[in-house]
């Protein structure tokens, strides 16, 4: 019997299938890695399929918020919600895991946003499905969804891919699109592309479609988004910083540097058409209205956030600050 995505291609051998598994037709296991909010929403639809996981790993319990306190991944919460055994070892590659999954035999080692690199002997155990929100070769690597946003694409969508050695370069085993509105932010982006990454896995792992070499033309990297990413930069275009915005909302957020250091947080904008008068990083007040002066155009202000303060309209920012507005560098 010829391999399969589930089972092993590209003459290496087909992974070892289970007697009662064979004798089922309709229930089959997996493994599941993952960790993000994104792959628990994924882990929660394969749950519900014939491919329900034999065992969830996902990372160790982090410290969080400004408290600091443990907390539990998205996927490790989901995992016991949905009664499914669960493991959250230091590394996924040790050989404790590696041969705990060996163990299970399972039909399909399915990954999804899992936060950590997995190498052999794991890699090499069987092929691994991997789960990534972006139509690949566009948008390989750690932010894909802010980056699609940020760059202004029409459209994103999900890749199965098996993966390989190379970050996000292994075979497409299915793709399908999804337009970027344009009110979109990562919230709602996200949420839309995790409820299609989680129908499309289940579509592969049922159907086993065959997998193609990803092109070599198109290849974009999506860089992990670092703290120059969330400056907004007034000497840029208002819809460049726009889409910044939407891109980093509400998980990251992106801010502006005002004088004296004082960092306010934006949480929602509008571009305002039209010039100013007044030299870029000035911030201008029209009644409840807060502009940011741009290279082209404005930037609305709608919700911001002051350090250590609260989200709040523009109009309540303006009306605590008085007068007293300075220029954003």
């Known amino acids: 019997m010829p391999c399969s995505i589930a089972v092993g291609r590209h003459g290496r051998p087909c992974a070892p299938v289970i007697p009662h598994l064979a004798v089922s037709l309709f229930f089959v296991s997996s493994v599941y890695l993952g960790t993000s909010s994104f792959a628990a929403t994924v882990l929660e639809r394969l749950s519900r399929s014939r491919h329900r996981p034999a065992l969830v790993v996902t990372r160790p319990d982090r410290p969080r918020g400004r408290g600091r306190r443990l907390a539990a991944p998205p996927v490790a919460d989901a995992a016991r919600e949905l009664g499914l055994p669960l493991q959250q070892p230091d590394s996924v590659n040790s050989p404790e895991v590696v041969e705990r999954i060996a163990a299970l035999r399972p039909s399909a080692i399915c990954v999804c ?29 750690a932010a894909p969804i802010e980056r699609a946003i940020e760059a202004g694409d029409e459209a994103t969508g999900v890749s199965i891919i098996e993966l390989v050695e190379e970050l996000d370069a292994g075979p497409v085993c299915a793709r399908r699109p999804e337009p970027i509105r344009p009110d979109d932010d990562f919230a709602s982006l996200s949420a839309r592309l995790a409820t299609l990454g989680g129908e499309l896995l289940v579509e592969a792992l049922d159907g086993k479609p065959e997998c193609a070499p990803q092109p070599a033309q198109g290849v974009t990297y999506a860089h992990k988004i670092g703290p120059e990413d969330r400056r907004l930069d007034p000497e840029r275009p208002a819809a460049e910083l726009e889409r910044r915005v939407r891109a980093l909302s509400p998980h990251i957020g992106a801010h502006l540097e005002l004088d004296g250091g004082e960092r306010l947080g934006v949480r929602r904008a509008a571009v305002f058409a039209g010039a100013s008068g007044a030299a870029p990083g000035e911030l201008i007040a029209r009644g409840e209205r807060l502009l940011l002066a741009c290279a082209e155009d404005q930037l609305d ?23 007293a507005l300075r220029g954003a560098a």
């Open 301 to 323: 202000l709608l919700e911001v956030q002051p350090a250590a303060g609260r989200p709040m309209a523009a109009g309540a920012y303006l009306r605590g600050r008085g007068a």
């Open 113 to 141: 946003a899992f936060g950590a690199m997995i190498r052999a002997p794991l890699l090499s155990l069987q092929p691994l499905v991997n789960v990534h929100p972006s139509l690949l070769p566009r948008w390989r690597g």
